[in-house]
């Protein structure tokens, strides 16, 4: 129970307004299913607040809601409630693209209109939305007098926890999301420790908070995620540790004003999301940040498509080639483009990316960073009206490369145009980057201008048909449901850190991933390595999984551009490279058949609007037998397996491209037994028979 109210936990009905003892009005409002319940009142000073069950376990004990402004006094106390309204809805909805074809969206809401007793009566509105998988709430500020627009010094949203649970956390970076995750108690959490690490060409860590998602697991064996959805014009949330209230509270990512959000009324937040389950995999199989978006405002998609690709980009991380054309080994030339695309028409893959293809490269890292890159120059060995022809020819799409260096008053200006002549080129996918620190200074990766920029990115590049991948960005908070061309965002520590970083991605990475940032929506990891120790490239560095743990990636960590992110030469004759080849990238169905955060995870999926599943099973540094019951494959047919399974030796740093390919016979209900070996993995395929 609360150790700061009293609350009735006896059934409540839908939306029943009750009057629990020390409190004056409450209003209730409580999930389709009756799951999860939200309490909110005011509490003695008039200031709003809220508080969460799952069944009748507290999940959030009251926690206050509220803002402070800059030459205003904050918003908290003094406030009645003018309104509460409340209502049900329920839709069906289908995706563009994703982990599901088809989406349910059922929800309870309670809107409550809050004003000032006294002068200047300011006016917002607190909207809960209620899922049986979590809930949503965001506070809404309606045109008014008193107040035109709101200059947020910070946002003071309460989150107190039912006590010190275990939580997957990383930094509360403004800039980056490129970090390892930790494993500790909320009290233990160290977010300073991180900072300045070596490999981060931007990073700043102002406070002990954390980025979200943030996952947690309570002693009675809840599992929380705390993250946002709909983030427009508003700054990133970071969440503090408050360790005495055992709570957490949000922090804006800053700028470089005294304030963090400045804004028009009227004027929506976005929505503070609690995922909340009994068992770690649903939190992946939850689609309520995707729910808290408005539907999609493309109108034609038939130019949006999930695609695997391969780059000119894994040789430039090796070191065998350069972006800029100095170097004596240019990447981006017509002729090794052509290769890759050679390659790809032969191997099933749609997409080439080419990064270095563009001028300015020269001066990425240095004092000219602000003005170097021009985005519709090629080099002079680069044809890039021949490499798209030819693509198009051999049914390969180019995808653009625009790294910006951060440099973001550059990209600015340049936006229409760029974007203009990948339209005039027939290009419909480009890679974004934000390497550096952000031009104009004082601004971070994270902030209001930021993610404002992100916007306008998505949006142009929507008016002229071309999806977006972007890297070093705002993470997603389900906006792709509105802007389905916004495809896949980096916003982890991906793939290319083996390559160069002081440390590399600890076995456990990929298993922690799925159930952190992948939550928030798809990444865009570039599986695929299969040279995993290239020594003879870079003696000190490796990949840490084995070769059939980076093809069940494919499957548990989801994106819909899938990157074959080794070289053709390490594919050409392999055997496991034939499920590159086949594995699919859009899903009809998806479910988590197991799996604990950071330890090991099971997914099978279905190919959208195709009869062919398949199955990606991980685990950390452990090995690990799982039995796999096959009741997802639809009954009454014999399929196909085949299985890319570890070798009876193989071990993420010992032996990592033992692997072994077994075909069986299966069918619904029986039972698959996966050994996977020390940082290990297995990779399925199941086809119908005849
Ligand atoms: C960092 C990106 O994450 C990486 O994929 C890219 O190759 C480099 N920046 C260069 O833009
Ligand atoms: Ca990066």
Same mark, same amino acid.
């Given at each position: 129970?609360?150790?700061?109210?009293?609350?009735?936990?006896?059934?409540?009905?839908?939306?029943?307004?009750?009057?629990?003892?020390?409190?004056?009005?409450?209003?209730?409002?409580?999930?389709?299913?009756?799951?999860?319940?939200?309490?909110?009142?005011?509490?003695?000073?008039?200031?709003?607040?809220?508080?969460?069950?799952?069944?009748?376990?507290?999940?959030?004990?009251?926690?206050?809601?509220?803002?402070?402004?800059?030459?205003?006094?904050?918003?908290?106390?003094?406030?009645?409630?003018?309104?509460?309204?409340?209502?049900?809805?329920?839709?069906?909805?289908?995706?563009?693209?994703?982990?599901?074809?088809?989406?349910?969206?059922?929800?309870?809401?309670?809107?409550?209109?809050?004003?000032?007793?006294?002068?200047?009566?300011?006016?917002?509105?607190?909207?809960?939305?209620?899922?049986?998988?979590?809930?949503?709430?965001?506070?809404?500020?309606?045109?008014?007098?008193?107040?035109?627009?709101?200059?947020?010094?910070?946002?003071?949203?309460?989150?107190?926890?039912?006590?010190?649970?275990?939580?997957?956390?990383?930094?509360?970076?403004?800039?980056?999301?490129?970090?390892?995750?930790?494993?500790?108690?909320?009290?233990?959490?160290?977010?300073?420790?991180?900072?300045?690490?070596?490999?981060?060409?931007?990073?700043?860590?102002?406070?002990?908070?954390?980025?979200?998602?943030?996952?947690?697991?309570?002693?009675?064996?809840?599992?929380?995620?705390?993250?946002?959805?709909?983030?427009?014009?508003?700054?990133?949330?970071?969440?503090?540790?408050?360790?005495?209230?055992?709570?957490?509270?949000?922090?804006?990512?800053?700028?470089?004003?005294?304030?963090?959000?400045?804004?028009?009324?009227?004027?929506?937040?976005?929505?503070?999301?609690?995922?909340?389950?009994?068992?770690?995999?649903?939190?992946?199989?939850?689609?309520?940040?995707?729910?808290?978006?408005?539907?999609?405002?493309?109108?034609?998609?038939?130019?949006?498509?999930?695609?695997?690709?391969?780059?000119?980009?894994?040789?430039?991380?090796?070191?065998?080639?350069?972006?800029?054309?100095?170097?004596?080994?240019?990447?981006?030339?017509?002729?090794?483009?052509?290769?890759?695309?050679?390659?790809?028409?032969?191997?099933?893959?749609?997409?080439?990316?080419?990064?270095?293809?563009?001028?300015?490269?020269?001066?990425?890292?240095?004092?000219?960073?602000?003005?170097?890159?021009?985005?519709?120059?090629?080099?002079?060995?680069?044809?890039?009206?021949?490499?798209?022809?030819?693509?198009?020819?051999?049914?390969?799409? #180019?995808? &653009?490369?625009?790294?910006?260096?951060?440099?973001? $008053?550059?990209?600015? !200006? %340049? *936006?229409? /145009?760029?974007?203009?002549?990948?339209?005039?080129?027939?290009?419909?996918?480009?890679?974004?980057?934000?390497?550096?620190?952000?031009?104009?200074?004082?601004?971070?990766?994270?902030?209001?201008?930021?993610?404002?920029?992100?916007?306008?990115?998505?949006?142009?590049?929507?008016?002229?048909?071309?999806?977006?991948?972007?890297?070093?960005?705002?993470?997603?908070?389900?906006?792709?449901?509105?802007?389905?061309?916004?495809?896949?965002?980096?916003?982890?520590?991906?793939?290319?850190?083996?390559?160069?970083?002081?440390?590399?991605?600890?076995?456990?990475?990929?298993?922690?991933?799925?159930?952190?940032?992948?939550?928030?929506?798809?990444?865009?990891?570039?599986?695929?390595?299969?040279?995993?120790? #290239?020594? &003879?490239?870079?003696?000190?560095?490796?990949?840490? $999984?084995?070769?059939? !743990? %980076? *093809?069940? /990636?494919?499957?548990?960590?989801?994106?819909?551009?899938?990157?074959?992110?080794?070289?053709?030469?390490?594919?050409?004759?392999?055997?496991?490279?034939?499920?590159?080849?086949?594995?699919?990238?859009?899903?009809?169905?998806?479910?988590?058949?197991?799996?604990?955060?950071?330890?090991?995870?099971?997914?099978?999926?279905?190919?959208?609007?195709?009869?062919?599943?398949?199955?990606?099973?991980?685990?950390?540094?452990?090995?690990?037998?799982?039995?796999?019951?096959?009741?997802?494959?639809?009954?009454?047919?014999?399929?196909?397996?085949?299985?890319?399974?570890?070798?009876?030796?193989?071990?993420?740093?010992?032996?990592?491209?033992?692997?072994?390919?077994?075909?069986?016979?299966?069918?619904?209900?029986?039972?698959?037994?996966?050994?996977?070996?020390?940082?290990?993995?297995?990779?399925?395929?199941?086809?119908?028979?005849?």
């Amino acid at each position: 129970m609360s150790p700061r109210f009293a609350l009735p936990l006896l059934a409540l009905g839908l939306f029943t307004q009750c009057k629990p003892s020390k409190m004056a009005d409450s209003w209730t409002v409580q999930s389709p299913g009756q799951v999860v319940t939200a309490h909110v009142f005011l509490d003695s000073a008039g200031q709003a607040a809220y508080h969460i069950l799952r069944g009748d376990k507290t999940v959030i004990d009251t926690s206050l809601l509220g803002f402070s402004l800059l030459d205003q006094a904050p918003i908290a106390g003094g406030l009645e409630v003018k309104k509460a309204e409340n209502r049900s809805f329920t839709e069906n909805w289908e995706t563009v693209w994703g982990q599901s074809k088809m989406v349910a969206n059922n929800f309870n809401e309670l809107m409550l209109e809050l004003e000032e007793k006294e002068a200047p009566n300011r006016r917002f509105r607190l909207v809960f939305r209620l899922y049986d998988d979590g809930l949503g709430f965001r506070y809404e500020f309606p045109e008014q007098e008193a107040l035109n627009e709101l200059v947020i010094l910070e946002e003071n949203t309460e989150f107190r926890l039912a006590g010190d649970h275990l939580c997957w956390w990383q930094p509360g970076d403004w800039d980056i999301y490129e970090h390892v995750y930790n494993t500790t108690r909320f009290s233990e959490i160290d977010a300073i420790s991180k900072r300045d690490h070596p490999n981060l060409a931007q990073t700043y860590i102002p406070n002990n908070a954390v980025n979200t998602p943030v996952t947690m697991k309570t002693d009675d064996g809840l599992f929380l995620s705390f993250h946002e959805a709909a983030l427009y014009d508003y700054a990133a949330m970071t969440l503090q540790v408050d360790k005495e209230n055992l709570q957490w509270k949000s922090v804006l990512v800053g700028g470089p004003d005294t304030f963090k959000v400045k804004v028009k009324l009227p004027f929506q937040t976005p929505w503070r999301t609690i995922q909340i389950a009994e068992q770690a995999g649903d939190l992946l199989e939850s689609n309520l940040i995707l729910n808290l978006n408005e539907p999609s405002k493309i109108k034609e998609t038939d130019w949006i498509k999930p695609m695997k690709y391969v780059g000119i980009w894994w040789e430039m991380h090796l070191g065998m080639s350069s972006w800029d054309m100095a170097g004596k080994n240019h990447g981006a030339t017509t002729q090794n483009a052509k290769r890759y695309i050679d390659f790809a028409s032969a191997n099933n893959i749609q997409g080439l990316l080419v990064e270095g293809w563009n001028t300015g490269w020269e001066y990425w890292w240095g004092a000219a960073r602000d003005t170097c890159f021009d985005f519709v120059t090629p080099y002079a060995d680069f044809d890039i009206e021949e490499v798209v022809r030819y693509g198009k020819e051999k049914g390969v799409a #180019f995808i &653009a490369h625009h790294e910006t260096a951060s440099s973001v $008053t550059q990209y600015d !200006k %340049q *936006l229409d /145009t760029a974007f203009q002549y990948l339209e005039k080129l027939g290009v419909h996918a480009v890679k974004t980057g934000y390497v550096g620190t952000i031009i104009p200074k004082g601004h971070y990766h994270q902030g209001q201008f930021m993610v404002n920029h992100f916007q306008r990115v998505a949006e142009t590049a929507a008016k002229h048909k071309v999806m977006v991948d972007s890297h070093e960005s705002i993470k997603d908070t389900g906006i792709r449901r509105t802007w389905p061309n916004y495809m896949a965002r980096e916003t982890m520590r991906g793939q290319e850190f083996e390559a160069w970083s002081i440390d590399m991605n600890p076995p456990e990475h990929l298993v922690m991933l799925p159930f952190t940032m992948g939550l928030a929506g798809p990444v865009d990891y570039t599986p695929g390595i299969f040279n995993l120790k #290239f020594d &003879a490239y870079k003696d000190k560095n490796q990949v840490n $999984t084995t070769l059939a !743990k %980076q *093809l069940a /990636t494919y499957v548990t960590l989801y994106g819909p551009l899938q990157m074959a992110a080794d070289l053709p030469e390490h594919y050409k004759d392999h055997p496991a490279f034939q499920f590159i080849r086949d594995v699919a990238v859009d899903w009809d169905e998806s479910h988590v058949l197991n799996g604990e955060v950071g330890d090991y995870l099971t997914i099978a999926r279905k190919e959208r609007g195709a009869e062919r599943w398949f199955l990606g099973s991980i685990t950390d540094e452990n090995p690990r037998d799982l039995n796999i019951a096959l009741d997802f494959l639809p009954e009454g047919k014999t399929w196909e397996a085949t299985l890319y399974i570890d070798g009876p030796d193989a071990h993420w740093d010992k032996n990592p491209t033992s692997y072994v390919i077994e075909n069986k016979q299966v069918k619904k209900g029986d039972t698959l037994a996966l050994k996977l070996a020390p940082g290990g993995g297995a990779a399925v395929y199941f086809r119908p028979l005849e």
